[in-house]
């Protein structure tokens, strides 16, 4: 067996599908969030979720500073979304509709759900951070997840 490779490690733990996220915050410069793929449940009693952002992210530090967050499930018409708050350099809410949650994070239309919370922790662990959220409110609206699977997004879910 030969030497393990970044591109070996990607290509199989890509056999896992995963849900999509946007996680957003308010901050001092206006709102700010990103796409991750890494969100789970992680506690029942309390109740926690988590999810892991990358390191050198320029929204990251912002979320992470506000204290406070939504996750927007996506739903399976929102690959555009999830493209779109992937991206640097841009206004990621230009042209996406938002209201206020109860905590003052903004909570993206036409998402499947969105779990509110406060920041309770953040460790590095290689190139990201893992972040533990206690969760404060959550909506369920329903419909189909948009699923990250392999490199790319699965439409036929």
Known sequence: ??????????????????????????????????????????????????????????????????????????????????????????DKFEGVAYVEASNGAPLLEGVIASVEGEILSTTVHGDHELCVVQVTNVVSNGGKPLIYFRGGFDLHN
């Open 1 to 90: 067996m030969g030497e393990l490779s970044a591109q070996d490690y990607k290509n199989t733990l890509g056999h896992f599908a995963t849900g999509v996220v946007v996680v957003t915050a308010t901050t001092p410069d206006g709102p700010a969030g990103f796409t991750c793929q890494t969100f789970a449940a992680l506690s029942l009693d309390p109740m926690l979720v988590s999810f892991n952002a990358i390191t050198n992210s320029s929204s990251w530090p912002k979320v992470r500073d506000s204290g406070r967050v939504a996750i927007n499930i996506l739903s399976q018409d929102q690959e555009g979304v999830a493209r779109g708050f992937a991206r640097s350099g841009a």
